[in-house]
């Protein structure tokens, strides 16, 4: 797939993808006389339909911009009828998904990569629903994908890390060994690679090595425990910036950041952590920005207004069309030296004109 150009997703009205109409797909309302204004205010809405990964509706990550979204897309097509499904576990991925076809909704988001297998089994037995996915490639004609080049913002993550980190030492970890979250963790060791190619620095990133793409995961993105316990142990090794791309689990990473006085700082993932999760605010350094919430918003709102939504090439979010970024400074703002920040500025630039490559294994074809 090539990049989406502008913020737009011009892509979508591509051909070759499924017409969705405004139409409602729902159960017609008992007794309701033709042609009333219940029945036209029933015909208008279009059912926007979300399962959830297992982090759960407020993991403060990607499941929460996926679902401020679809209420964002509310704001700009008010036909829009948004609804959700929490996955406990991933057995619950396919019941969820097959509920919503069950529903007869008109758009049906499936939110995670590992959501990938249940999204194609159920998306190729309902051919006729239209299906969404977050960090997933396209898994059939029906399936809308939006997939990001983490790996740029990382890598301007990785490098503000070893500028702004007084060990010499950064770490991070993910919550599972997948490629939506390796490719951040490769974007982030490339950035302090050529932080240290540039300043002729030797700053270490404990918790992943690129090269053999083994690394520190723990196995969970609800586990804040977990989190503490794994950042306890990067900061004994002498970490003191640490990047946790795990979802709820990395609130133990801020909780041990904020216990330590100053002397550990978090970059965070998805949102904006000042704004996610903001009891924390006093310890993000950044964070690496993953649009989700503006890719599902013009998904779902071009499909309400009864637009195409195209399975190839669909969405890719790069730092030239914002779909990927990195956060401000926030709290931080005065403690980063600026010229650190304009160091960081000229890189995104870099990224954006190919001038400096910001590669991974895992980033979306």
């Known amino acids: 797939m090539r990049p989406v150009r502008g913020k737009r997703i011009v892509a979508i009205l591509a051909a070759g993808g499924l017409t969705l109409a405004a139409a409602a797909c729902g159960d017609a309302p008992a007794d309701t006389p033709s042609g009333s204004s219940s029945s036209a205010a029933t015909a208008a809405a279009y059912k926007a339909c979300m399962v959830t990964d297992t982090g759960g509706i407020d993991d403060k990550s990607f499941n929460a911009s996926a679902w401020a979204g679809i209420q964002a897309a509310k704001g700009e097509a008010s036909n829009v009828d948004p609804k959700y499904v929490s996955s406990s576990s991933e057995a619950d991925y396919e019941p969820g998904l097959r509920n919503f076809v ?4 008109d758009y049906i988001l499936a939110v995670g990569g590992l959501m990938g297998d249940a999204t194609k089994k159920v998306a190729t037995e309902s051919a006729s629903s239209q299906f969404a996915i977050v960090d997933s490639g396209s898994s059939g004609t029906n399936v809308y994908p939006m997939q990001f080049a983490t790996q740029q913002a990382a890598f301007l993550a990785g490098y503000l890390a070893a500028g702004y980190s007084k060990s010499g030492k950064v770490g991070t970890y993910g919550g599972l060994k997948i490629a939506p979250v390796t490719i951040f963790m490769d974007g982030f060791a490339d950035g302090v690679a050529y932080y ?46 640490i990047l946790p791309v795990a979802g709820g689990t990395g609130l133990g990473t801020a909780q041990v950041a904020k216990d ?10 998805d949102q904006d952590g000042c704004k996610s999760a903001a009891q924390y605010c006093d310890v993000f350094l950044s964070t690496v920005v993953k649009n989700v919430e503006e890719a599902v918003k013009e998904s779902v709102v071009l499909g309400a207004k009864g637009e195409k939504l195209s399975a190839t090439p669909g969405y890719i979010g790069t730092l030239e069309n914002d779909g990927v970024s990195l956060a401000p400074y926030n709290q931080f703002d005065s403690k ?23 590669e991974s294994a895992s980033a979306p074809k």
């Open 102 to 105: 069950t529903q007869k909704c």
């Open 336 to 358: 980063v030296d600026a010229t650190l920040k304009t160091e960081i500025d000229q890189l995104k630039k870099d990224i954006i004109s190919g001038t400096v490559k910001a």
């Open 196 to 241: 240290n190619q540039k300043k002729g620095k030797t700053v270490q990133v404990l918790g992943w090595d690129k090269a053999k793409q083994n690394g520190t995961f723990a196995d969970s993105f609800i586990d804040q425990n977990k989190g503490k316990t794994i950042t306890q142990t990067l900061v004994s090794q002498g970490a003191d910036v």
């Open 260 to 269: 330590s006085s100053g002397k550990v700082s978090v970059i965070w993932v």
